[in-house]
Nanobody
Framework: QVQLVESGGGLVQAGGSLRLSCAASGRGFSLYGMGWFRQAPGKEREFVAAIDWSGGGTYYANSGKGRFTISRDNAKNTVYLQMNNLKPEDTAVYFC?????????????????WGQGIQVTVSS
C-alpha cells in the first residue's frame, strides 16, 4: 500500500509563491511517475503537472506553464510542485498522485494512488 501526504499549502496573495511537497511511503517511489492535480470548488479535478520516474521528463498543463515546476527527490521519496506568480484562479485543493508506471501521464485513470489533498488559496 502506498501513502501520499501533501504539505505546504495555505493562503498567499496573488503574485506570491508556494512550494507543495508530497511525501510517499510504500512501494518503490523511484520506479513510478508522479503527478499533481487540482480541484477548484464546483469544478472537475484537473491535471496540473507530471514527472517521470527519473525526474528527466516533465509535462505541464497550459495553466501552469512558465509558473509551475514539478520536481522530485527519489532519495527522499518526495515530489514537489513549485508555484510562482500565483493567481486567484489557482485556488483549489491540490492532490499528488502516483502513476501505474514510470512515465509521466496526464490521465487520472493512469494514477493508482492519491493523497488526501491540500488547500491552496490565492487572494486578490
Amino acid at each position: 500500500q502506498v501513502q501520499l501526504v501533501e504539505s505546504g499549502g495555505g493562503l498567499v496573495q496573488a503574485g506570491g509563491s508556494l512550494r507543495l511537497s508530497c511525501a510517499a511511503s510504500g512501494r518503490g517511489f523511484s520506479l513510478y511517475g508522479m503527478g499533481w492535480f487540482r480541484q477548484a470548488p464546483g469544478k472537475e479535478r484537473e491535471f496540473v503537472a507530471a514527472i517521470d520516474w527519473s525526474g528527466g521528463g516533465t509535462y505541464y498543463a497550459n495553466s501552469g506553464k512558465g509558473r509551475f515546476t514539478i520536481s522530485r527527490d527519489n532519495a527522499k521519496n518526495t515530489v514537489y510542485l513549485q508555484m510562482n506568480n500565483l493567481k486567484p484562479e489557482d485556488t483549489a485543493v491540490y492532490f499528488c498522485a502516483q502513476s501505474r508506471s514510470g512515465i509521466y501521464t496526464v490521465g487520472e485513470r493512469e494514477y493508482e494512488y492519491w493523497g488526501q489533498g491540500i488547500q491552496v488559496t490565492v487572494s486578490s
